[in-house]
């Protein structure tokens, strides 16, 4: 069963950046209207670029080049799901750039807060508890279907 | 400062909400530690074939369009040589007898039993090989 090790992961850089999105949400979510809406187009930005482009996950770079060299934040070497991450990440961030532009436009606050809400329970429940909702929900549906 | 008061109540809001959020994951948290908890110790009756049965064993419950399950099987792949149980791979949908029986939430799932067949423990979502390395000795 040997084989080569299993790539790790810092996790304290995943749950950094997932704080982060939460934080600049509320913030976001306090500012409202087209103030709030760019800020959640920023961050959708921030996750759906930073997927592809380390450097632009400007959450993830201040801790990796200011927090953790300083000895503010250490990191967390695991063995850790990115694969489900990723696409959760662009999902994620995509509905976030949706719901912004929805506060841009105006008249769709409560859709678009509802959709932000959403993702920022996922986003939550990982940084918590290491929950891929995501990974639950699939698996609740397809039983639901399987047995109907 | 006309918009104060309503910039204020929407930090109250965003404070309640995650506060709120907090006591419901605890709370689920907590009945799924209680749920999980209260199946350890029962027999598999389902057939499940071993290529040891002195062995402990994993079941590792999988899913379609799953991809978590390809690094939760990877990991398996890379179980140090000492740790020696069964690993026999179930598709949680097809075998949802057996799915049930471990109270699997989700894919990936696994279930590790000792050799006389009780459930050891149930791990929901991607585990790394070292707790399921812990999980086994507890058959020891």
Redesign the interface.
């Known amino acids: ?6 790539e790790q992961f810092d996790l304290t850089a995943r749950r950094f950046h997932q704080w982060g999105v939460i934080l600049l949400t ?1 913030i976001a ?4 209207g087209t103030n709030g809406g760019a800020l959640m187009i920023a961050i959708g930005l921030i996750m759906v670029v930073g997927r592809f482009r380390d450097e632009a996950d400007l959450i993830r770079s201040f801790y990796q080049n200011v927090l953790r060299p300083r000895g503010v934040l250490r990191a967390d070497w ?7 991450r990723r ?1 959760a990440r662009v999902l994620g961030g995509a509905a976030q750039i949706a719901g912004g532009a929805l506060l841009l436009v105006g008249g769709y606050g409560a859709i678009a807060w509802g959709l932000i ?1 959403l993702i920022t ?1 996922m986003i ?2 990982d940084a ?5 909702a995501l ?2 929900v ?3 549906f ?2 639901q279907a ?2 109907a | 400062m006309t918009g104060l008061p309503a910039e204020l109540e929407r930090v109250v809001i965003v404070a309640l909400v995650a506060a709120l959020f907090v006591a419901a994951s605890l709370g689920v948290r907590t009945w799924v530690r209680r749920a999980t908890d209260s199946r350890l110790g029962r027999v598999l009756a389902h057939p499940v074939r071993l290529d040891d049965p002195t062995l402990p064993t994993i079941i590792y419950f999988f899913g379609q369009r799953c991809g978590a399950c390809s690094a939760q099987r990877a990991e398996l792949s890379l179980l140090p040589g000492n740790a020696r149980a069964n690993v026999v791979a179930v598709d949680a949908h097809e075998s949802a007898d057996l799915a049930g029986w471990a109270g699997v939430l989700t894919v990936p799932s696994t279930a590790v039993i000792d050799p006389r067949r009780r459930l050891l423990a149930v791990n929901h979502g991607f585990v790394p090989a070292t707790t399921l390395v812990s999980q086994i000795r507890l058959s020891a």
């Open positions: 069963m040997a084989g080569a090790a299993p509320a979510f306090v500012l409202d695991a063995v850790e799901d990115r694969a489900t696409v809400g329970a939550a429940l918590l508890f290491s929950f891929c990974c639950f699939v698996h609740q397809q039983r399987a047995s």
